[in-house]
């Protein structure tokens, strides 16, 4: 009985600008966890509505074409509003990308299809659409013979996913420290060959996310959005063309320099040129 009586007289003494500063706190944390509760509703309910439409638009896909595009772009409003809300996901811009190429935006489509292959880059179903979308641009520009030689021989580098190499690494980083120490402790030769091969491992593993992390950053990909657009010799529409055709949607490019409202760009072959910043989209 004392102590709670000495509890109570303790409360009592506490002064009101803490109690209220308490309170405060208290309905803080509640209109934080009613907002966060707000917030994932319509997450929710878009994602039904929006798988809902999608499947509608595949029934109708043969018999009524017009009304199947009417649910593929209810669809695509609802799956856009998630990736709105900050929600990045493999599938999702995957789903994104699909139905940007039913209705045949080839541009849109690719630039989902590259943003859902920096969550899911080995996945078959993507690879294949992705491949698919690409034979149905107008532009074709090959890469050029380096890049092909490249993505052969540092094949993981371009079809393994960060987050796997950085797991790799780490893995590999402990295995070296752990081989080193029992070779130290056990005095068992081969041991050395485990801490090279490990040790090697890691450095690989952690100059290819270096790579990757720097290049995303000095030189991000982006992809042509309008359906044509002349590319220019300079940062103005006086400039002369680069080409004699004008690009198209879906074909791709690293940025190399914004200037105002124009980009500097580099195709897939390494040729280079000035197009308008609103013609074309990030994949980042």
Not at 87 to 107: E, P, Q, S
Not at 159 to 186: M, Q
Not at 228 to 236: I, M, P, S
């Amino acid at each position: 009985m004392r102590v709670k009586g000495d509890a109570v007289h303790t409360i009592r003494a506490l002064p009101s600008a803490v109690l209220l500063g308490v309170a405060v706190l208290v309905g803080a944390m509640a209109a934080f966890a009613a907002s966060t509760r707000a917030a994932e509703q319509p997450v929710s309910e878009h994602l039904s509505s929006g798988e809902a439409a999608f499947r509608r638009a595949i029934e109708l896909d043969a018999s009524d074409p017009a009304a199947a595009a009417d649910h593929y772009r209810r669809a695509l409003l609802h799956f856009e509003a998630i990736a709105g809300e900050g929600v990045r996901n493999g599938k999702l811009y995957y789903n994104i990308g699909n139905i940007h190429f039913r209705l045949g935006d080839i541009g849109r489509a690719i630039l989902n299809y590259r943003r859902a292959a920096l969550y899911i880059p080995s996945d078959p179903n993507l690879e294949q659409n992705i491949r698919y979308a690409r034979s149905r641009r107008l532009d074709r520009i090959e890469p050029r013979q380096r890049e092909r030689v490249f993505k052969t021989l540092f094949f993981f580098h371009y079809d393994i996913p960060g987050r796997y190499r950085f797991a790799v690494f780490l893995g590999s980083f402990a295995l070296a420290w752990i081989s080193g120490a029992s070779a130290v402790i056990a005095g068992h030769r081969w041991m050395r060959t485990a801490i090279v091969v490990f040790a090697l491992l890691a450095a690989v593993m952690l100059a290819s996310l270096l790579v990757e992390r720097t290049s995303a950053a000095r030189r991000p990909a982006g992809v042509v959005m309008a359906a044509e657009v002349v590319a220019r010799k300079g940062d103005a529409e006086t400039f002369q063309p680069s080409f004699t055709e004008p690009l198209h949607a879906g074909t791709e490019f690293n940025l190399v320099e914004k200037r105002s409202e124009w980009w500097y760009i580099e195709l897939e072959d390494g040729a280079r040129c000035w197009i308008p910043a609103s013609s074309g989209e990030l994949v980042l």
